[in-house]
């Protein structure tokens, strides 16, 4: 099956910087990856979202690159507010099936 | 457009007794997924609905999990009888279907069993 390794576990930045998280997944064939972001006691909430037949996704702050070749992809958050604070989780959805596999989640901290 | 909701969002139970929870997805949407999220980790499917027909079970443990979604709307997650290390929280997804691979999550119902 499917398996997402995320990086960093843990991230600390300074109010105005920027933030990247990294995952791989191993599925050659997988071609869905969405990000969420999880604040204390919340829902996971859906951010972003990458297909395979795309290489980047902007959305104001927030962008997602893929490279397929490598079999990774990466959320880029720009201009951090305090409000990014929050766990993200990367997934990727194996072809042909709809079962999302996540990361483990980093942990982010932004530091006004 | 109301989202995912679920019931209870919490619930403390004693071992072996049972315990369920409830999912109403976002309206239209036909599919329909229960999670277990332990603390620290991500989600994981234990159960996904294309309507009424469960299509992937295979992460559940069938021996004291059962869930149903007898009408291809909301569903409910049973456990009988939960044991200590069932404690974690439940999450409930829906998805349009049809091609469309965005997940809504619900609120989560957090177990603890003690």
């Known amino acids: 099956g499917e398996n997402v390794e995320q990086h960093p576990s843990t991230l600390s930045v300074q109010e105005g910087d920027s933030a990247v998280i990294k995952c791989t997944y191993s599925?050659?064939?997988?071609?869905?990856f969405p990000w969420y972001k999880q604040e204390l006691g919340k829902r996971p909430q859906l951010i972003i979202d990458?297909?395979?037949?795309?290489g980047e996704k902007k959305d104001q702050r927030i962008a997602v690159t893929l490279n397929k070749t490598a079999k990774h992809f990466s959320l880029h958050i720009t201009e951090t507010q305090p409000e990014d604070s929050a766990v993200y989780f990367c997934?990727?959805?194996?072809?042909?099936?709809?079962?999302?596999?996540f990361g483990k989640g980093t942990k982010l901290s932004v530091i006004p | 457009e109301a989202g995912v909701v679920q019931s209870p969002r919490y619930k403390i139970i004693e071992k072996k007794q049972p315990v369920a929870f409830w999912c109403n997805p976002i309206?239209?949407?036909?599919?329909l997924y229960w999670y277990l999220q332990n603390l620290g980790q991500g989600p994981e499917l234990l159960i996904r609905?294309?309507?009424?027909?469960?299509?992937?079970d295979s992460q559940l443990p069938k021996d004291r999990f059962s869930a149903e979604r007898l009408k291809g709307v909301d569903s409910t997650l049973k456990i009988q009888p939960a044991e200590l290390g069932d404690s974690a929280v439940y999450l409930c997804?829906?998805?349009?279907?049809?091609?469309?691979?965005?997940?809504?999550f619900g609120p989560g119902t957090r177990l603890t069993v003690t």
């Open positions: 997804a829906s998805s349009p279907g049809r091609g469309s691979h965005e997940q809504y």
């Open positions: 599925d050659s064939a997988s071609n869905y």
């Open positions: 990458i297909r395979s037949n795309v």
């Open positions: 997934a990727a959805l194996g072809a042909g099936s709809y079962q999302l596999t």
């Open positions: 309206s239209g949407h036909n599919t």
């Open positions: 609905y294309e309507n009424e027909e469960a299509v992937d």
